[in-house]
């Protein structure tokens, strides 16, 4: 039917008005088309009707839908708790056989034979194995190992044995002073005296002392902390410096009558209070528009700098005028003032700041950068001083560390320095930071944040679909190289890479036979090239760069094993961009313990590796074995560059025949400009020296090795005297970054 509205006797519109006439013309239209309307009203009528109707069995089958994704959520929670449940267990378990004393002592036994007792290769048997192992064992270096181990063992058996407190001291520790806590060391480091004397002493001797402006922004400051915050401050033995203070409109009256005392007080203190609360990127803004200073220094409202904070950064400023950023390293401090977990920072390193913002504190920036890139920016409350740092690192290469412990990140229940889980809020703006570093730098790459928030993890996207030039170096081991090329064929997801075998010497027939069925089955991806001349892994390698295609190298030993599919586009993401020389991961023994997470010049007299021992999973020194970092040198058991890198430092040096040539290598291309990268989320094991077997063995590779060992260090010994990476606070006789009590 058709509604009212169509009806002969409706009436019209209100809004209207009809003549008589006008009506009833109106009438006699509507009738003469009763039927068409009715026709098409009904039509109008079922369609909607029907679309009524999927409209509401498409909301059914979306409750249907909705209800089934939260079953399947709660099925997942259920899942993640007992995955979560089951984890506890497992990491019970590995704690109770990390420190359970069988195990201990078969890992240690593992490490022995591995020192002592290279893989069994043909013609090589027991009797043959153990008259090696003699030998080495009265040599030189085989001795000086020996005599570690047992000094180990009967130290140990004595600590047993003895029912008396017994504290050993070495006689290379007495000049530590009776120091053995890192509260111990800088408190002695700290001493008012001496650092009055040296400020006294050399005053004179300052060119340059620019005015120094300290932006503190303040909110509801606990009182304690801000009155020794301040104090802090006004203790520096360096006069020349202005406190900036901005208030972002507090509750607590008590703070601003503590404020008001100190401004009266000393009028290099001056206070400015917000009518607003704007958060803390607004506040400092409003703390640095107050700075008449050269330079800026940054300090939180409850955190300590000692009393040479200033003066070591106008020590640093005189000495390189340039300078537009400094920072130095730092500690936290407890409530009953006890200095723990120190922070000794390496020099600048662009890929350590993209991993955390291990700047920190101190920092101080010229009041010109800060101007030129805008100062602080709303929005990113919480890590504002991470997203100024990172835009200020792109505007100078002028950043200088100094290796003192100057600023003191306290400890109390609502200090981020408790723990990561305070301002969680900091870690969602610390990753919008790094999103728009990447944009303005021009890279792609996605951020992610590492397990337990300690730091953040860029996923590059490649640029282009480059050649790599995968070049293995052997002798004999079939099985070892076998397992090699099969892992990198069956599990390497990137395809666009050649595999280039360079046969130095091999004899066995097991070893030809292999390359025959590799060479008709992969005729287009293996080269198999005769390099048959004495063992020289640098002319190996710059022979393996002559017949390389790729426009990138990956020198790889013959004894790894990939593990993950990714591995190989994730070394090219780094590898492209230009900044970057070497590219190294991280290697692992069989047991899933380290035995490469990058390279200290100067570790154990020459260089070593990193973590060695560590489990992978282990943080390491402030997340340093989880996360991405620059390095002097990485390993080159698995190391990627340019070609064109490779070639513009002179390849590698043949007069490094066996050891130290890819550190050599690598500090050749530090030299050049680059940045060396450990990548800990490449991941290879690695059955070291299992081909060529310890290189002290002999007489003649021991006297090569201190040949060798010579020869680096009349081209390197200012890089062993200090690794820009390696903090000169740290011990250079362990791997772990453990602090030197003597320094």
């Known amino acids: ?253 008590r703070v601003h009558k503590l404020l008001h005392v100190f401004s009266v007080k000393d009028k290099r203190i001056q206070i400015h209070y917000r009518t607003e609360n704007g958060h803390i990127s607004a506040t400092s803004n409003d703390a640095l528009a107050m700075a008449k200073g050269e330079f800026v220094l940054l300090m939180d409202h409850d955190d300590l700098l000692s009393a040479n904070c200033l003066w070591e950064m106008v020590k640093a400023i005189n000495a390189i005028p340039k300078a537009d950023i400094l920072y130095s390293d730092e500690d936290k401090i407890d409530e009953r003032k006890y200095h723990q977990n120190a922070h000794f920072k390496p020099d600048w390193a662009p890929d350590h700041l993209l991993s955390r913002n291990y700047l920190g504190h101190v920092t101080v920036l010229k009041r010109s950068l800060i101007n030129m890139i805008g100062g602080f920016r709303l929005g990113l409350e919480g890590s504002q001083d991470y997203d100024l740092m990172l835009r200020a690192t792109e505007q100078t290469s002028n950043i200088i560390h100094i290796p003192k412990v ?107 036979n292999w390359v025959a069925e590799y060479k008709q089955k992969y005729p287009a991806l293996i080269q198999i090239v005769d390099a048959h001349f004495p063992f020289n892994f640098s002319k190996l390698m710059n022979l393996g760069n002559s017949l390389a295609k790729g426009k990138h190298l990956l020198l790889l030993n013959n004894d790894v094993e990939i593990i993950h599919g990714d591995w190989l586009e994730t070394m090219l993401s780094y590898s492209q961009q230009q900044r970057i020389g070497a590219v190294g991961v991280r290697l692992l023994y069989p047991d899933d313990t380290i035995q490469h997470a990058g390279v200290v010049v100067g570790l154990g007299g020459i260089a070593g ?47 490094f025949e066996v050891e130290y040539n890819d550190v050599d290598f690598c500090l050749k291309i530090m030299e050049a400009g680059y940045n060396n990268v450990y990548l800990p989320q490449v991941e290879l094991y690695h059955y070291e020296s299992a081909t060529r077997g310890h290189p002290h063995q002999s007489k003649s590779s021991y006297e090569r090795h201190l040949r060798e060992m010579k020869l680096f260090k009349s081209k390197w010994q200012h890089i062993i005297d200090h690794d820009p990476f390696y903090n000169p606070n740290l011990n250079l006789g362990a791997h772990d970054f453990s602090i030197n009590f003597s320094s």
Not at 417 to 430: H, I, L, S, T
Not at 436 to 445: I, K, N, S
Not at 636 to 641: E, K
């Open 406 to 512: 100057l600023y003191h990140w306290r400890i109390h229940q609502h200090s981020a320095a408790q723990g990561e889980d305070v301002k969680p809020y900091a870690y969602v703006a610390a990753k919008k930071a790094l999103e728009e570093a990447l944009t303005r730098r021009g890279l792609q790459g996605d951020v992610k944040y590492l397990s337990g928030l300690r730091g953040y993890r860029i996923d590059y996207q490649i640029s282009s679909q480059d050649l790599i030039s995968i070049i293995i170096p052997t002798k004999d081991q079939t099985a070892l190289l076998k397992n090699t090329i099969d892992s990198i064929i069956e599990l390497t997801r990137y395809k666009n890479y050649e595999i280039i075998v360079l046969n130095n010497n091999s004899t066995s027939k097991e070893f030809y």
């Open 609 to 655: 590796h990193t973590f060695v021992g560590s489990y992978k999973d282990e943080a390491g020194y402030f997340n340093y074995i989880q996360s991405v970092n620059n390095y002097s040198a990485v390993t080159a058991a698995c190391l990627m560059c340019r070609k064109e890198v490779f070639e513009s430092v002179g390849g590698m040096d043949e007069t």
């Open 1 to 253: 039917m058709i509604p009212s509205v169509f009806s002969a006797t409706s009436p019209p519109s209100p809004t209207q008005e009809f003549s008589k006439k006008e009506e009833q013309d109106y009438r006699k239209v509507l009738i003469k088309h009763r039927q068409l309307l009715e026709h098409s009203l009904n039509e109008v009528i079922d369609l909607a009707s029907r679309e009524t109707y999927h409209s509401q069995q498409e909301k059914k089958v979306l409750f249907e839908k909705i209800a089934s994704l939260q079953l399947i959520s709660t099925h997942a929670k259920d899942e993640l708790k007992s995955l979560q449940q089951l984890t506890s267990q497992l990491h019970q378990r590995i704690h109770y056989l990390e420190n359970n004393w069988y195990q201990k002592v078969r890992m240690k036994l593992g490490r022995i034979k591995k020192i002592f007792f290279k893989k069994k290769s043909p013609g090589t048997g027991s009797l043959k194995r153990l008259l090696l192992f003699i030998r080495f064992s009265f040599s030189k270096a085989g001795f000086g190992i020996v005599r570690k181990i047992l000094a180990a063992v009967f130290k140990k058996l004595f600590l047993l044995i003895e029912k008396r407190p017994v504290k050993i001291i070495y006689t290379d520790m007495i000049g530590s002073r009776d120091i053995f806590t890192y509260n111990d060391w800088v408190l002695k480091k700290l001493d008012s005296d001496d650092i009055l004397h040296d400020y006294e002493d050399h005053e004179s001797e300052m060119t340059h002392k620019p005015l120094i402006s300290i932006i503190m922004p303040v909110y509801n400051a606990p009182i304690r902390f801000l009155k020794e915050a301040i104090e802090s401050v006004s203790n520096q033995v360096y006069p020349n410096w202005e406190l900036c203070i901005a208030d972002d409109h507090s509750t607590e009256k």
